[in-house]
T-cell receptor, first 113, second 114 residues
């Protein structure tokens, strides 16, 4: 079945450091890929998405490219801020899955001033 | 414009009891999905409701059931609670069941089973 694997956290960075959170997936067909963010005490917020191979999703300085050849969707940001501290979830929605999301286990990011 | 709302915020129940969680979708949305997020894990899909019917179901036992009302709000019911049911329960709404792009999540209900 479909699945998502993320790098384990926690990830601790200094402000203005470069961020990469790895995400790989297993799916049949052509899934859509997402990154969600969960701030402490809050629900999930969609950060960015990509719906087909080679698409690049971007938002708030974060970006991720849908790589079908490596089945990956790594999240990157050039310069993190303290306010980026949160848990980040990679997710996919398979073809003809009616919007059902399959999530990775999450990666906690802590950014220190 | 109110987003997705859930109630209650927190709930403590005893093993064997039953619980009902509630969700109101974002204005204009007609599809509600429920997810269970155990501590330190990613959310897992429970089921989805559209047009007052369960359209999809994840790998959860029949103790988990739901309902959608004509105003699109939804309830999640869990019977015979187990300690392992302790989790954050998230509701997500969207405009239709086939669109994965615009799912909005509520803040969740934290259920603790003792």
């Amino acid at each position: 079945g479909n699945s998502v694997t993320q790098m384990e956290g926690p990830v601790t960075l200094s402000e203005e450091a470069f961020l990469t959170i790895n995400c790989t997936y297993t799916a049949t067909g052509y899934p859509s890929l997402f990154w969600y963010v969960q701030y402490p005490g809050e629900g999930l917020q969609l950060l960015l998405k990509a719906t087909k191979a080679d698409d690049k999703g971007s938002n708030k300085g974060f970006e991720a490219t849908y790589r079908k050849e490596t089945t990956s969707f790594h999240l990157e940001k050039g310069s993190v801020q303290v306010s980026d501290s949160a848990v980040y979830f990679c997710a996919l929605s398979g073809s003809n899955q009616g919007g059902k999301l399959i999530f990775g286990q999450g990666t906690e990011l802590s950014v220190k001033p | 414009d109110a987003g997705v709302t859930q109630s209650p915020t927190h709930l403590i129940k005893t093993r064997g009891q039953q619980v009902t969680l509630r969700c109101s979708p974002k204005s204009g949305h007609d599809t509600v999905s429920w997810y269970q997020q155990a501590l330190g894990q990613g959310p897992q899909f429970i089921f989805q409701y559209y047009e007052e019917e369960e359209r999809q179901r994840g790998n959860f036992p029949d103790r988990f059931s739901g309902h959608q009302f004509p105003n699109y709000s939804s309830e999640l019911n869990v019977n015979a609670l187990l300690l392992g049911d302790s989790a954050l329960y998230l509701c997500a709404s969207s405009l239709n069941p086939g669109d994965p792009y615009e799912q909005y999540f509520g803040p969740g209900t934290r259920l603790t089973v003792t």
